[in-house]
Structure formats: structure tokens, C-alpha cells
């Protein structure tokens, strides 16, 4: 490896007692094609790094009043600090091992004969190439994370206008409702509504949040629950809403599908357990079954639905809770024997 080429063009400061040695050291690299600087004490040798322009430390052990361990903590405390090779003359391994906990990147023996200087020089390329090669990924991953930010937040962006225009066609959707007199299309426009609020209370969730692969379920479903009894009681329907819901981060594509069946399930509540000025609340529960599993639950206390039978009104609240049940990998049940009706939806986090 005698003579091989640097890896660059570096300036290398060179700090050691020795004026003679430092001399030969600094012809030796030179050679190899390094601008070569020479101190003979550690605060000189600090002094000039906090200058700046030094690429690289070739620090001697041995020095007057204080050793190179000395100095090391304070060179690796400079901002952007130059990595440093150990040099000792020492015989006692503990020091290169010191030196190297205290963060030099490699250590050289000074021996009497003077091959320590092909030897620095081999240190000083090998230490360069692996400092390129660290800074050359330090630019990597912050042009990386840069492209992610900046995605994150046009997503952010994109959610927000989403939400914006899903809350303009709710509203457009709540003018025509008031518009119409036949009590089946305001149902169903009604109906309409909601499921827009459901969808575009994910996308206010995600462009305030700075995930947004996953919402907050609980606060979520805390939103819709409110938007829903707001909107069943201004249409005369005026049941409480319970809702018992676990801190649960949930990806954006299976909340917006709970989302949903929740709506679904809770506007069915509203329409059909209780009868006219039967008083009765809706209870909503979202918990853990086991790590990978989640189980929503919604349940009343009126008059029972057990999932047979022709369902009332257009049926379409059922299709709609299966495409959105499928979507999730699994299928709506009800729970037998009770009074009332609970209609549980179990599937992977």
C-alpha cells in the first residue's frame, strides 16, 4: 500500500511536542498530497481548529502538562468537529483503546525506526474516505427527509382542501334536504350528509396532524359521534350518545371505513330502535381484543334487531356496512339473546 494516493485533497493539522518529528511527519504527507499543518501543544492545536478549515487530526499522546486524551473531548466538541487519529508512542494498549472510546477513528503506533509515518498515512486516507463516505450520507438522508416533509406536507394540503370540499358538498347536500318535501329524500339526504361529515372528518384530522398515515380513533369518533347527535336532533331525533373508546392509532384507509360503520350503525339506532317519544341512548365502544385485534361495538336498548330478516327502509345502510366491513377484512355480527340490539364488528389493527 506504500505511496497509494489520497483519497482528496485534505488540510491535516498535525499536534505534537516534537518539532523534528512533526517535520518528517509533515513531508511524509505531503507526499500523499495533503496541505499539512504543525502544532507542538494542545491549545495551539485547539486554537487552530476553532479557525475551521482542517479536515482531519493527527493527535500525538504525549505532550507537556497534559496528554492527547486530554484534548480529544474538546475536539470532538467543536461544531462539525475534524475526525482524529491517535498517535502514541505508548506500549500500553489501554491508551489507543481510550482514545478510541473517546472518539479518535483509529490510532497509529509511533515505533523509533519511523514506519509510524507510512502507517499515519494510511490512517489519514482510510479515515478521509470513511468521513466522505459519513458525510456523504448525512447529505443523503437529509435530501431524504426533506422530500418526505416536503410530501407530508402537500399531503397535508391535499387533506385539507379535501375536507374543505366534502364539508362545501354536506352543505350543498344539507340546502337541497330543506328544499324537498317528500320525508323519504330528505331521509336520504340526511343519510347522505353524514356519510360525507364521517369521510371529512378523517381528512381535518389529517392535515392537522403530522401523521398522516394513522389518526387518533378516540378523537375521532369523538367528533363524529357530536356532529352526529347535532344533525339527529336538529332533524327531531334526540337520543344521547355514549362513547367508550380506547387511545388508538389507527391507519387513515381503516378509519375512514370505521368511520363509516359507525355512522351507519348509529343513524339506523336513531331511525329505528326506539319508537316515537320513546326516550333511550346509543352506546358506542371501540377497545383492544387482544395487540393486533380491535372490536367496535354499537348497542340500544329499544325494541332489537338480530341481522334477519328484510332490513328497513332501502337497504342500502346495510350494503353500505358491508362493503365498508369487507374493506376491513371482516363482517358485521349481532349479538343474540339480549334486549335491544349490539352489532359488533371485530378486525386487525
Known amino acids: 500500500m506504500s505511496g497509494s494516493p489520497a483519497p482528496a485533497a485534505g488540510r491535516i493539522l498535525y499536534i505534537d511536542d516534537d518539532p523534528g518529528l512533526g517535520r518528517l511527519v509533515q513531508r511524509a504527507l505531503q507526499s500523499r ?68 472510546k473517546a472518539g479518535a477513528v483509529d490510532y497509529v503506533w509511533k515505533d523509533v525506526q519511523g514506519q509510524f509515518r507510512e502507517l499515519l498515512g494510511e490512517a489519514v486516507d482510510t479515515a478521509l474516505r470513511a468521513e466522505a ?35 362545501l358538498v354536506a352543505a350543498l347536500a344539507r340546502m337541497q334536504t330543506s328544499a324537498v318535501k317528500d320525508p323519504a329524500a330528505k331521509d336520504a339526504l340526511e343519510e347522505m350528509q353524514n356519510r360525507i361529515s364521517a369521510i371529512a372528518g378523517i381528512h381535518r384530522r389529517l392535515y392537522t396532524s403530522q401523521d398522516v398515515e394513522a389518526v387518533e380513533l ?6 363524529l359521534v357530536e356532529e352526529l347527535q347535532l344533525a339527529m336532533k336538529a332533524s327531531g331525533r334526540d337520543h344521547a350518545i355514549r362513547l367508550r373508546a380506547e387511545p388508538i392509532r389507527l391507519a387513515t ?3 375512514v371505513s370505521l ?26 365502544t371501540v377497545e383492544r381484543q387482544d395487540p393486533d385485534t380491535l372490536s367496535l361495538a354499537v348497542e340500544d336498548d329499544g325494541v332489537g334487531w338480530t341481522g334477519e330478516g328484510e332490513a328497513k327502509g332501502t337497504g342500502l345502510g346495510s350494503r353500505i356496512i358491508r362493503a365498508m366491513a369487507s374493506n376491513l377484512r371482516s363482517a358485521l355480527t349481532y349479538a343474540p339473546g339480549r334486549t335491544g340490539t349490539r352489532a359488533v364488528l371485530s378486525f386487525q389493527a
Do not use: F, W
Open 133 to 167: 463516505l459519513r458525510r456523504d450520507k448525512e447529505r443523503a438522508e437529509a435530501a431524504v427527509r426533506e422530500a418526505r416533509d416536503r410530501a407530508e406536507l402537500l399531503l397535508r394540503e391535499v387533506n385539507h382542501r379535501v375536507a374543505n370540499s366534502l364539508t
Open 218 to 223: 378516540d378523537a375521532y369518533l369523538s367528533g
Open 253 to 255: 384507509d381503516k378509519a
Open 259 to 284: 368511520g363509516v360503520v359507525v355512522t351507519e350503525l348509529v343513524t339506523n339506532a336513531y331511525k329505528y330502535a326506539y319508537p316515537a317519544e320513546t326516550s333511550g341512548e346509543i352506546r358506542v
Open 33 to 100: 498530497g495533503y496541505a499539512v499543518e504543525v502544532v507542538l501543544d494542545c491549545g495551539a492545536g485547539l486554537a487552530r481548529l476553532r479557525e475551521g478549515g482542517i479536515d482531519l487530526v493527527a493527535l500525538d499522546h504525549h505532550m507537556p502538562g497534559q496528554t492527547g486524551l486530554d484534548l480529544l473531548p474538546d475536539i470532538r466538541a467543536l461544531p462539525d468537529a475534524p475526525p482524529v487519529v491517535y498517535v502514541t508512542g505508548s506500549e500500553d494498549s489501554r491508551v489507543a483503546v481510550a482514545a478510541l
